[in-house]
């Protein structure tokens, strides 16, 4: 059975960083896009960044996105992560990862993925 387990969230100050994780089971993290979403109390679920099967991983990110985020792969870990830097009091939100079973491309998209982790809640706050 796929699965996707979020971990790593938690209260942090404006300013801070958190580096949060997305463990698989079920399936390889390598033959899989992997993207990282949130969604913001009454907002809509918006994309983060993604990892593609091509290479080493290549990584993708949504405009709004670019510079704080950084995606990550480890195999030997079967693990996703994501890094957050320079966190602002409008990161607050739960933070999914998703599974798509798609080779060599990857989307920021969340209607495109078809597995989703439960979410972690990330607070940033003072």
């Known amino acids: 059975q796929l699965q996707l387990v979020e971990s790593g969230g938690g209260l942090v100050h404006p300013g801070g960083s958190l580096r949060l994780s997305c463990a698989a089971s079920g399936f390889t993290v390598d033959h899989y896009a992997i993207g990282w979403f949130r969604q913001a109390p009454g907002k809509e679920r918006e994309g983060i960044g993604c990892i593609s099967t091509l290479g080493g991983g290549t990584t993708k990110y949504a405009n709004s996105m670019k510079g704080r985020f950084t995606i990550s792969r480890d195999n030997a870990k079967n693990t996703v992560y994501l890094q957050m830097n320079s966190l602002k009091p409008e990161d607050t939100a739960v933070y999914y990862c998703?599974?798509?079973?798609?080779?060599?491309?990857?989307?920021?998209?969340?209607?495109?993925?078809?597995?989703w982790g439960q979410g972690t809640q990330v607070t940033v706050s003072s």
């Open positions: 998703a599974a798509e079973l798609v080779n060599y491309r990857c989307s920021v998209y969340p209607e495109e993925y078809d597995y």
